[in-house]
């Protein structure tokens, strides 16, 4: 069933049951869409079991980060903190063919890897929930208005537990803000990036929900519950964003042979390669 207006109920869990052009319909005109139960428990407790063992090691290694000011972290398939069997189940898993089945609804044409994101609550009870888009830390607000017409990266959403989810502006993908958006989202006229929104959309996740939504849109994150979300990101090739990869998130040639479906690695070893 399609909820309102971009939510798909897919117990089955079979990417052979989805409906490609109603999810690409729905991320054109909205800018995001939900599957329900898209992973089954095992599926989820494996990831899971990789994900926190990179996240306790993370947060030993940035404990005073973590308690301070962090919210996130990322290049979680990198060398670092994981195994190469580990980082090879998590290359399987963003690679896999029901992900692949939703990448493909969205970039029709030839997707590549980016990079991928843990986000948790923050110990600090002073940080708060904030909206934004995500181009707003690499460009100002006259290049902004630009860049949201341009190709976008697409975040894919994977709690690792139930969470209260995002708060998510429908269509600000290809709009820009209004005024209220914008005097929020920049703190601008007394307003704070933590303020509700009207225009704001509560989409609630439990684990097994894929939610795919454009990293340019207005949105943020909810803190509460037992917040984890394994977020990949993906672009289309054409796009100028292959600087932003970092190598070591990146299989090496042994790891690839291990990769059931690799392309989506391979297209991003193939543009870097080019640069």
């Given at each position: ?20 052009s ?124 630009i ?21 998510l ?73 292959a ?11 042994s ?7 690799p ?13």
């Open positions: 069933m399609v909820d309102n207006p971009s939510q798909v109920n897919n117990s089955a869990a079979n990417s052979s049951q989805l409906n490609s109603q999810l690409n319909s729905d991320y054109q005109e909205q800018g995001y869409f939900v599957i329900r139960a898209y992973f089954n428990a095992a599926e989820i407790a494996a990831l899971r079991e990789v994900v926190l063992k990179f996240h306790q090691l993370w947060q030993q290694d940035n404990a005073e980060f973590y308690k301070e000011i962090a919210f996130n972290s990322s290049l979680i398939t990198g060398s670092q903190y994981l195994g190469t069997d580990d980082r090879v189940k998590l290359f399987n898993f963003i690679s896999s063919k029901k992900m692949m089945a939703v990448v493909d609804s969205v970039i029709t044409d030839k997707a590549a890897f980016m990079n991928t994101q843990l986000f948790f609550n923050p110990i600090n009870p002073e940080l708060k929930d904030f909206w934004h888009r995500d181009c707003q830390y690499d460009h100002d607000v006259d290049v902004q208005k860049v949201i017409h341009e190709t976008q990266v697409l975040h894919l959403r994977v709690p690792l537990f139930d969470e209260l989810g995002m708060e502006v429908p269509g600000t993908h290809k709009r820009w803000d209004s005024e209220e958006e914008f005097n929020v989202r920049q703190e601008e006229q007394g307003r704070l990036s933590n303020e509700s929104l009207s225009t704001g959309k509560q989409i609630k996740l439990a684990a097994g929900d894929l939610l795919v939504f454009s990293a340019d849109m207005i949105h943020r994150g909810l803190y509460g519950m037992d917040r984890l979300a394994l977020d990949i990101l993906v672009f289309d090739t054409t796009g100028d964003f600087d932003y990869v970092d190598d070591d998130c990146l299989p090496d040639s790891m690839l042979d291990k990769i059931e479906y392309r989506l690695f391979i297209n991003t070893l193939e543009l870097k390669s080019q640069a």
